[in-house]
């Protein structure tokens, strides 16, 4: 049973810095493609950041160079560093596993980002 659950959000000014980790459980990353998600009020969800079976990383351009995501495998955990916030990062952000024969992804709650001054 795959379960995820996403921490570390929060109000942060602009410019600042978050750090967000999707602890999981039921997960063989080198099976899975994991993502971040986000959804902002009145938006579609957008793909933030992934891992696909633990070695291709892919980025949405309007991240690119400014957040990054990592996998822990130790602790079961992905995260994702996000550095040079923006008001315009404001949203919910979603983990995601879809293992690599299955269409849909299993989604963690969400953790929500707030950046303003």
């Known amino acids: 049973q795959v379960h995820l659950v996403e921490s570390g959000g929060g109000l942060v000014q602009p410019g600042g810095s978050l750090r967000l980790s999707c602890a999981t459980s039921?997960?063989?990353?080198?099976?899975?493609?994991m993502s971040w998600y986000r959804q902002a009020p009145g938006k579609q969800r957008e793909m933030v950041a992934a891992i696909s079976l633990g070695t291709s990383i892919n980025y949405a351009n309007t991240v690119k160079g400014r957040f990054t995501i990592s996998t822990d495998n130790a602790k079961n955990t992905i995260d994702l560093q996000m550095n040079s916030l923006k008001p315009e990062d404001t949203a919910i952000y979603f983990c995601?596993?879809?293992?690599?024969?299955?269409?849909?992804?299993?989604w963690g709650p969400g953790t929500q980002v707030t950046v303003s001054s």
């Open positions: 039921g997960v063989d990353f080198s099976r899975y493609v």
């Open positions: 995601a596993a879809r293992h690599e024969r299955l269409p849909q992804p299993h």
